[in-house]
Structure formats: C-alpha cells, structure tokens
Nanobody
Framework: VQLQASGGGLVQAGNSLRLTCAAS????????LGWFRQAPGKEREFVAA????????YYADSVKGRFTISRENNQGTGYLQMNSLKPEDTAVYYCAAAPQSTISSEMYSARGYTIWGQGTQVTVSS
C-alpha cells in the first residue's frame, strides 16, 4: 500500500481544513490509519488514529473536540477534518498505516506504523 496525503493549505485561526489520505496498490482496509504532524524544530507527534473497521478511534488531547478522523474503506481513503484551527496546529501533516497487530499503546507512536505517505503543509495564521 502507498499513501498520499493532500488538502493542506494556509488558513486563518478559527477556520477549517479537511485532509485526505489516498491509498493505492494494496488493501487499505487491512490497516489502521493514523495522522501525525511535525512542526519546525519539533519531533513528529501523534494526532489521531482509527482502526481498520473504524470501531476504535484515538485522539491526541490537543485536538480532541476539534479534529475528526474517518475513513471510507471502499474508496481507499482516509480523512482528517480539522475545525477551530489554531496557530499551534501549524505543521506538516502525515498519514500512516499500521498493521492490524499494532497494540493500542503503539497506535499513539510513530513506531507502530509501517507505511508513511508524504506530508502536506498546514499553516494557520493568527
């Protein structure tokens, strides 16, 4: 499976963006999907994840109530709806896939993911 993230851009604080992760070349539904972000000079951090059938969802505390992760397995696509954006959400956002065997604690860590897409830049101005 290959992943490609898109949908980033420049928005003002308080506005919304929806990121898309398009999968190709394999069985998207076999993997859990995660979103991570990396701001300049900072480590890559977990944002959200969803198990392969959508039954379990994980969020970082910093985005709970503002971001929503979803997926459409029949289309091989995942989404990250980002509302009430803040300047501190500015980062390069990456989507990644984790095998079914990844345990819950590792869903919050980049170590749990074996496939990564290229990033998409999100910039939130104040």
């Amino acid at each position: 499976v290959q992943l490609q993230a898109s949908g980033g851009g420049l928005v003002q604080a308080g506005n919304s963006l929806r990121l898309t992760c398009a999968a190709s070349g394999g069985s998207f539904s076999a993997y859990s999907l995660g979103w991570f972000r990396q701001a300049p000079g900072k480590e890559r951090e977990f944002v959200a994840a969803i198990r392969r059938r959508g039954g379990t969802i994980y969020y970082a505390d910093s985005v709970k109530g503002r971001f929503t992760i979803s997926r459409e397995n029949n289309q091989g696509t995942g989404y990250l709806q980002m509302n009430s954006l803040k300047p501190e959400d500015t980062a390069v956002y990456y989507c990644a896939a984790a095998p079914q065997s990844t345990i819950s604690s590792e869903m919050y860590s980049a170590r749990g993911y074996t496939i990564w897409g290229q990033g998409t830049q999100v910039t939130v101005s104040s």
